[in-house]
């Protein structure tokens, strides 16, 4: 499996001239010092704050545990729950304070506004960076933080870097400001946006672990294979999705969700003001995902069971989709509406573990996680990375929440709303 992330190279370390450098992706090859590096367990923080883009921190996060590494997340706050952007609440593993004699081999830096400036605003966490900087060790930052954060710090001096276009500006005057979707130069690895976070995390695998890791992480993802590209969608059937006043959608989540899938789709949809209700199938709000990301339900299932809603949209993850199929209050909020036709969907494990046998795709056509395909009783369009039936919506794994997130806020918003925040999280080029 070809490893499907680019990286942009400074010009000591690419064989390109100085002009195509900047404008030309290509794949990365990795030192040989990082190919030969051992295979025991890289200590990461991920340090968090409120008002950072969940994302891109949960993005992050989940990338690097898949590879082994020993990732730390930290709050800069007095809690250790964030609040961050669009309503996402994550729980870290310890507070910045409880590390700050702690070394790692990363730390890597979100971003999101006002996150940034919280990071940015914080000693110990400064105090930390720049020590683990000044002792050759390897840092990255995406978004708005190369700029508000890294370049603040002076750790980008003479060295090439990219952001959030928004932040380019303010990057230039601290780094010269490339337009990469994944830069590294030297010791530093940034990046520039949620849409191009997936890319990022993978290139941090290579450079902790080496290409063979990091080609091996990024196949299960099932990332795109040209980044981007306008997002597509194959649809059957079609249907008008109509809805009165904003679209209330339930996005349940339980222990074992994939938590990059879940928040993928919670985010895109309240940035197109979609009215998202976070709902635990646990008896409490706070789930452990996946990959040991904390997350906070906005209530629990009984409760949200009370309402009616436009669209149900199940995350994946093994263990988060068996608690689905587990759960007879959210079966029969499904079987609800198919019978009433409205709209629903699911993702990854959740179309074979939870839709298909509870008879849910009937006379439907849908795709899956490739390894759970065969679940699938018509298989007609499982190779497809989004598939939308009528009032159905189904797609593959993590690589393609972006598109699958965008495909439900074309079909409630229509292809400009689609657009507009496909390109604002670059995912799609601007």
Not at 11 to 28: E, Q
Not at 276 to 291: F, G, N, P, W
Request: hydrophobic share 45%.
């Amino acid at each position: 499996m070809a490893l499907r992330y680019s990286l942009e190279l400074p010009r000591s370390l690419s064989n390109f001239t100085p002009k195509r450098a900047l404008l030309k992706k290509r794949f990365f090859s990795v030192s040989a010092s990082a190919a030969t590096m051992a295979s025991t367990a890289r200590k990461v923080l991920v340090p968090i704050a409120n008002g950072t883009e969940p994302m891109e921190a949960v993005i992050t996060i989940d990338v690097l545990r898949r590879s082994g590494a020993d990732v730390t997340v930290a709050s800069s706050e007095k809690q250790l729950r964030v609040d961050a952007l669009h309503g996402v609440r994550i729980v870290a593993d310890a507070s910045v304070s409880d590390v700050a004699d702690s070394v790692f081999d990363l730390i890597a830096l979100p971003g999101g506004v006002p996150g940034v400036d919280n990071l940015r605003d914080c000693g110990a966490l400064e105090s930390l960076v720049k020590k683990h900087v000044a002792d050759g060790r390897l840092y990255a930052a995406v978004c708005a933080a190369p700029a508000v954060v890294l370049g603040s710090w002076g750790l980008l001096k003479g060295l090439k870097a990219t952001c959030h276009p928004s932040f380019m500006e303010k990057l230039a005057s601290s780094a010269t400001a490339v337009e990469s979707r994944v830069q590294l130069d030297g010791r530093v690895v940034t990046s520039r946006a949620p849409g191009t976070t997936m890319e990022f995390g993978v290139a941090l695998v290579e450079q902790l672990y080496g290409k063979e890791k990091a080609n091996e992480v990024a196949g299960p993802l099932v990332m795109q294979s040209n980044h981007g590209d306008e997002y597509t969608f194959t649809e059957l059937n079609p249907v008008q999705w109509t809805f009165d006043n904003s679209p209330k959608i339930l996005v349940p989540i339980a222990n074992g969700t994939e938590e990059m899938e879940a928040v993928m789709i919670i985010d895109i949809l309240r940035r197109a003001k979609a009215n998202v209700v976070v709902a635990s199938v646990e008896d409490k709000v706070e789930i452990e995902a996946s990959r040991r990301v904390k997350l906070e339900a906005d209530m629990l299932l009984d409760e949200a069971a009370k309402l009616s809603y436009d669209l149900i949209m199940l995350p994946g993850g093994l263990g988060g989709a068996q608690a689905f199929a587990n759960s007879e209050t959210l079966v029969n909020l499904l079987k609800k509406q198919t019978e009433s036709n409205r709209y629903y969907g699911a993702i990854c494990a959740s179309p074979a573990l939870v839709l298909e046998p509870h008879g849910l795709l009937k006379g439907k056509k849908a795709t899956a996680f490739p390894a759970m395909c065969n679940k699938l009783s018509d298989q007609s369009e499982v190779e497809k990375r989004v598939v939308v039936d009528g009032n159905l919506i189904t797609s593959r794994g993590p690589g393609t929440s972006m598109e699958f997130a965008l495909a439900i806020v074309e079909k409630l918003f229509g292809r400009k709303v689609g657009l507009e925040i496909a390109k604002a999280m670059v995912f799609t080029r601007t």
